[in-house]
């Protein structure tokens, strides 16, 4: 990270700086949502899932005909996006113009594009700044991959959650069936297994333990 792209993410959210970020990391399926969520609630600070960004870009660039994580009109596309963060009480939600999303980002396809897209440093430089515009307005609770070491180094905390593969896969397939989509279980741990590969090996950004994160196992809580 440049100096003056650390001097901007200090302000963006570290002690000190213009308001107080708390950074939730972990793979799929490690309890962030839930954590941040509830974390977000109690303290009055407002909740971000940087996952559902990354998401919204994956279902808009779809819709255009982009499927292919290295089509070159990925890096074109994805600056001009009208893709907004939108503060409400507690939470920001996420629009595509004036389109709110929401039950179309959590499927199984998109999943995977998004990990996929995820890898391009264009992609990533337009969430990161989408992020911490949201942080000027008020104290967060950021959950994502890269929220403690890249996108709020300064965060006032860092967390970094794990849980074994088999519950993980047991939570996502929940999820899941609750959208109406059945998928064994196998399945979605190897889906899993990918994501995280991916997600941890990526040259820009990778998923990994932020220095000075408190580290949890959610294995065994509900
Ligand atoms: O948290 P999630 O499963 O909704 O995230 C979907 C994908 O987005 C994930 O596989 C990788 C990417 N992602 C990322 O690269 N960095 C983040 N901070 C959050 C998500």
């Given at each position: 990270m440049s100096g003056s792209e650390r001097e901007e993410a200090r302000r963006a959210g570290g002690p000190g700086g213009a308001r107080d970020v708390i950074a939730i990391d972990g793979g799929a399926g490690t309890g962030k949502t839930t954590s941040a969520a509830r974390t977000a609630e109690r303290l009055g600070f407002t909740y971000i899932d940087s996952g559902a960004v990354y998401r919204a870009i994956a279902v808009a660039l779809r819709a255009e005909g982009i499927l292919d994580p290295d089509d070159a009109r990925v890096e074109g596309a994805v600056r001009s996006l009208p893709i907004e963060l939108r503060p409400e009480p507690g939470r920001f939600r996420v629009f595509l113009g004036a389109r709110e999303l929401t039950g179309?980002?959590?499927?199984p396809e998109i999943s995977r594009l998004s990990s996929q897209l995820a890898v391009r440093p264009e992609v990533r430089v337009r969430v990161r700044a989408l992020l911490r515009e949201a942080a000027v307005r008020g104290s967060l609770v950021v959950e994502g991959r890269d929220i403690g070491t890249v996108v709020f180094p300064d965060a006032v905390l860092k967390v970094h959650l794990h849980a074994a593969l088999p519950v993980r896969a047991e939570r996502r397939q929940a999820d899941l069936r609750r959208q109406g989509i059945d998928m064994p279980a196998g399945e979605v741990s190897r889906d899993l297994e990918e994501r995280d590969r991916r997600d941890s090996t990526r040259a820009d950004s990778p998923l990994r333990q932020a220095e000075g994160a408190l580290v949890l196992d959610t294995s065994r809580c509900s």
């Open positions: 179309e980002l959590r499927t």
